[in-house]
């Protein structure tokens, strides 16, 4: 926890945002009904389709903040 504490406040927020979005994303692969339970609507009918392009979506934001965490931690390292 230290290590992560002396990272700069970007790195921070990549590594906490690239995991939130990956759980989101594997939740979604796992569980793709839960975007209708938490907000009560189904947009796309119920075939699917939305869930799709959500887990595709969230993966993309995922590996793009991980890879962003990745090139800015060598700067943080002490």
């Known amino acids: 926890m230290e ?5 700069s406040g970007r790195t921070r927020v990549d590594v906490v945002a690239a995991a939130l979005f990956g759980f989101l994303t594997v ?3 796992l569980v793709p009904d839960w975007i209708e339970v938490v ?6 009918g119920g075939n699917g389709s939305l869930e799709w ?3 595709a979506g969230m993966a993309l ?12 931690w060598p700067a ?3």
């Open 3 to 7: 290590k992560f504490r002396a990272l």
């Open 53 to 55: 392009l959500v887990v």
């Open 27 to 29: 939740l979604t692969l």
């Open 39 to 44: 907000f009560k609507v189904e947009p796309d």
């Open 61 to 72: 934001v995922a590996v793009a903040f991980a890879v962003d965490a990745r090139r800015t």
């Open 76 to 78: 943080a390292q002490v």
